[in-house]
Structures are given as C-alpha cells and as structure tokens.
DNA sequence: TCCTGCCGAGAAAGCGATTTCTCGCAACTG
DNA sequence: CAGTTGCGAGAAATCGCTTTCTCGGCAGGA
C-alpha cells in the first residue's frame, strides 16, 4: 500500500539516493535516464505516493486554497464554486468549501481558519463592514474577494456589475411602461445589495418620472415568499413591476403570488437577478440578469493563481450582467 | 505574524522546552501551572499558531475530509454536503469538494486523489459498478458510501430508502385512481435510479390493475424539460401520472408542460423526490418525498468520525422519505 | 600534462510539530 | 535511613519529503 511506502524505500529499491528519487519525481535538474528509469520501476512497483503532509511541510505550499461563503444554498455561489474548482483543478489544486451561514462575525474565524489550512481563500460576498473586511482581507493575504467592492485595499476583486445591471433591468422595465416600480432589497449587509440600490438610485435620478420604492426582504425562497404581503400593498398602490433581490426570492415570490391569483405578468412584472437554472424553467420564465458564474469563477482561480505564484494584482474585474427578457415582464396593461 | 513564528520562538519566549508548549497547547500530561502560564502568555505576545503542515506530517491526520459527488449542482448533494460540513466543524474538521462531473472514468483517480489529501473520504452516489467500486472503497479505507448499496464491502453506508419511498408514492397515486403511470428514469449508472425502479417493479408485482411506463431520462432540469415529448405520449396512451427522478427532472417537466398548455394536475399528476426548497414553490406546489438531506450529512459525518477514531463499522442506516403530497398530484379526473 | 570548472549524485540539513527517552528530584515504603 | 517509585521537564528522535552542500570524476584550456 502507498500508505507506508516511503521515499526511502524507493530509493532502497532503485539503489539511488532519496535526493535523485525526490529529483526524478520533480523533474529537477538534469539525471541519468538509467536512474529515471530505475527510479520509475521502483516508484511502480512500490505502488509509492510522496506525502503530501511532508511536502507540504517543506514547501509551506498545500495545493489547497478555501473558499467562503455565506451560504451554500445559494445558487449563485454554487456555480462559482463550480467554476473555481474545475479551473483549479487542472492547476492541481483542490478547494474546501467553508460556509458561513450568513453569520457576520463568523467570517473572520472562519476565514482565518481555512487559511491556514490554504495556499490562498477566496471570500465570496463577505458581509464584513469595510474596516473590518479590509484588516481580515491584510491576515489572509493571497486572497481573492468576489462581489464585494472594497477600496484601499490591495487586493483583487472579481464581482459583478450590479449598478449597471440594475439600470438595464429598470431601463427594460421603463421600456415596458413601467412606472411605479417596487425593488426588493437583499440582506443589509450584502455590498451586491448595496450596489443594486445604488443602480436604483441613479436610475431614479435619471428618469424623475420613475417612483421606486424599496421593501426590505432577504436572499432566499422564503424571503420571496414572505414578500407577498408588502409587494400585494405596493401593487394596491399602484405598483405595476417588481425587482427581486435575486431569483431565488422572484421564484419565492412568484409562488406566492400565484397562491393569491395575482397574473404575472398580467397585473404585475416581475424580474429577478443571477439566471439560476431554474429561472427559465419558472412559471413565467423569469426575466432576469445572467451572470457567467462559470466563467467569474475560472478568472477567480486565475488570479488566485498569479498570487500563489507570488505575483501581485490589484486589479477589479467587473462582469457586465446580460439582459435574459422573459415572459415574466412585460407591457403595462 | 503568526507565519514566522514556530514552537521554537514559544519556547524560547518561556524559557522552556518546545516539549512543554506542546504539552500545553495540547492538554496532554500535567505540566506546572506557572509554566502553562508563561506558554500561554508567549504564545499570544507572539501570536503564534501551529502549523498544520508539520502537525499533519508527524500525526498522520489532516482534520479534512473529502466528498465526492458527481454533480454539485444537485440540491440534493448540496443538501448533503451542508450537513457534513456543518457537523464536521462541529469536531474541528474541514471538508474538500470534488465534483466528478457524472465522468464515471474519473471517479477512481478523484476520489484517490481526494484521500491523499484527507483523512477519509465520502463516496456520494457512486456511478461506478459494483466490482470496481468494491476495490476503490478498499483502497480509500476510511470511508462511507451514500446513495448507494454496496453488498460485500466492509464500509458503512448511508442512504435513502428509495424503493420504499417510490412504493409510497405509487400507493398515493393509486389512491388518486391512477393506474396508467409514466416513470422518468434517471442516470443509467445510479444506484439510487435502480433502488426506485426496484421499487416500482414490486408495486406493479403487487398490484396487477398497474400498468407502470419506465421512460429513459436524466438527473436535471432539462432532462424533465426535454422529456415532455416523451410524456405526452404517454399520455395521449392513456397515461395520468407521473413519476420523475427528482424535483429537478419534474420541475422541468411542469415548465414545458404549462407551455405546451397541459394542465396539472388536471389533465396530468406529477411527483418528484427529494423534496428541494423550490418544490414547494413550484407551479403547482410539487408532491415529492422528502429526505433529510442534513440529517443525513449529520450522520454520514458522525459515522466518518467514528471510523477515523479506529472503529469499524459496516452497518447500513437507511432514512425513510416521507410523502410530501402537495398540489401537482390529484385525484384522475 | 596539470589545473580549473562543471556536472551529476549522494550525504545531510532542514521544515515544525509530536512523542519517546532520559534524568533529576521529591516523596513514599520497609 | 536507604532504596525504590513517581512525576515533571528537557533533550533528542521522528514523521517524509526538498534542497543545499559536498565531493568525485571528466572535459576543456593553458
């Protein structure tokens, strides 16, 4: 078994010094094509596996890096975990996933703790204040934050241009007659949050015909859900579209909606953010904003990469979110 | 910076041997209590941390274990893979991920691949056939199999009784006077697809007014939606039910049925399994079988721990779904 | 022909913990 | 009072690699 099969003995076995071994099965330097051959058959025969533990020792290096999240469940985090495991994959590195649960003040300990066990983490979304993120974001060092905007800190950062995503969807709406319209915020920590409102808020003050109103609700099914009642006032008063945190909640909320014989998008639009799977599949379709998770998450590896190997990068990198119009919007009637 | 700093500058700091702040930070042995002050005190002055790489060399434990899972896109892994990871880091252990992606051919070398980094590993829904996956199990050694049986390995498994669960749902629909039934298949290579199929066989063995379709499908939401074709013509065949998979391949069908206009339940009752969040959100509201997916990690975890800590183990724990009937199943009309 | 330089391979020194071994000292027994 | 016995703490071995150091041999230049 490779279980105790140790350096030593292959070169035992080949009759070379470990040193050779370590270099033929590191491609170092130059040696004899008889000792590779030797050390080859040994390594075979043996059925040899170098430790990992050791080599990681000497190397200081893990071919691991984490990744945090604030919640699995999460569609949008799933394919970014996706997209970053197949891409470090093929570097040879593995990833571990460590999720939060939303909880804030777990993230510093958690995130510290993968690290140790990491070449590199990446943190996704972290709720953090900015103080706080940027002193944690210093500890972690090779580290990568995605969908978090985080000044003066030097760090590379992947998101997604939510601002201006929201702009589009409010233009798509506005396009559609859409006056009134009613926006669903996500958790009050979430910086995407914050930058959805933003693009509200620039939106708004482009077009002064436009009257956005803003309801607290969350990230989830359950929070859509939950939602009915207060979007069902807006509507009542005179509300004609609904913006959703993400599709998670415009599903959340579609289902209930539907409960309650409201047709969407008859009496009332509604459109989401993230194209998860299954919002095509939503009855409507959902409109909604398609962001390449796959794609984000193999840049994200891609610049964790540049870090491990030493480089520095301080670069953003924004996804522009495209327009998915679907049957859940439509004209005003 | 807790980098730099090793057991040697901790020492030193104390004025004692690396031996006693070892004891220390371990609790082994009674050391003396102004010692253990001084130990602690250097260690926060210095802000040291253990390294884990040299701590895993010397124990021959990493406090990491693996899941391997053929598609981390599945709600129902992902379900798993939160319950294990939640418990795991109850006892201070980290879980790596590694998404086969259904390649069946990749499962070995990943799933060896996984424990090399790990202390033990868990097998989530194996494609890969009996024999071969009987010596895999063998040389992963720490480890438990879920969502699939495997007779005449001594590995503890974890699973769903799926056969049972599919019998419960048939005895629903017939109790809804249907009796022409339609059965969406899932991945030819899983077991858990054969466990239902099992379990369809012996409700049609038991009642002969059955007349039960198998249709050959998938595990995804397009595989539901591209098996509309297939449904309906079942259903101009007379049939009034239908059993998919999963909650993903019924979702995907309810979407394409609702634009080909087909009403259900009305003019067609549809179950699913698994019971994931967005079932009861769908259109209509889905009737599946619920499984309890954290619990279910709780106890894969719980039994990886005992094996970790020497114990062995080869029992089978089976959880039993629990119909879940909503609105998308009804009475034939 | 002799010296310098280079190259390849083995010996040995870490990497940073844990754990066994050893030893001194105090307490306990007969 | 002498001879264990026990206990706590430091020294050193160990885990399994990588990498530097060292040295012998061989080729090229003077």
């Known amino acids: 078994m490779s279980a105790n099969v140790t350096i030593a003995d292959v070169a ?86 460590a999720d939060t649960d939303e909880h804030v003040d777990d993230e510093e300990a958690t995130a510290l703790e993968a690290r140790q066990r990491c070449d590199a983490v990446v943190l996704c979304a972290p709720r953090l204040p900015d103080d706080r993120l940027r002193a944690l974001v210093a500890r972690l060092e090779p580290v990568v934050v995605v969908n978090r905007r985080l000044d003066g800190a030097a760090v590379p950062q992947v998101g997604i241009d939510y601002a201006r995503g929201v702009r589009e969807l409010v233009d798509h709406l506005v396009g559609l007659e859409h006056r009134r319209i009613a926006v669903l915020a996500g958790p009050a920590q979430s910086a995407s949050n914050a930058e959805r409102l933003r693009g509200i808020a620039e939106a708004e003050a482009a077009d002064p015909g436009l009257d956005i109103r803003v309801l607290p609700c969350g990230s989830r099914l359950d929070d859509g859900f939950a939602a009915a009642d207060a979007v069902e006032a807006e509507r009542a008063d005179g509300a004609t579209a609904v913006i959703a945190y993400n599709d998670l909640v415009a599903l959340g909320l579609l289902a209930a909606l539907r409960q309650r014989g409201v047709d969407v998008p008859g009496d009332l639009s509604v459109a989401g953010f993230d194209d998860i799977p299954l919002a095509a599949f939503g009855t409507p379709p959902l409109t909604t904003l398609s962001v390449p998770r796959a794609e984000l998450g193999a840049q994200v590896w891609s610049r964790l990469r540049g870090l491990i190997g030493g480089a520095s990068d301080e670069h953003e990198l924004l996804f522009q979110p495209r327009l998915e119009a679907r049957a859940s919007t439509a004209a005003r009637s």
Do not use: W
């Open 12 to 97: 035992e076995r080949a009759g070379v010094s470990q040193a050779s071994v370590s270099r033929v099965l590191n491609g170092k330097a130059s040696v004899d094509p008889e000792i590779v051959k030797q050390v080859r058959r040994a390594v075979a025969e043996l059925g040899y596996t170098p430790s990992l533990a050791a080599r990681s020792l000497v190397r200081g290096r893990n071919q691991t890096v984490a990744m945090v999240v604030p919640d699995l469940g999460n569609p949008l985090f799933q394919g970014i975990l996706k997209g970053v495991s197949v891409a470090a994959a093929a570097d040879g590195y593995r990833v571990l996933v």
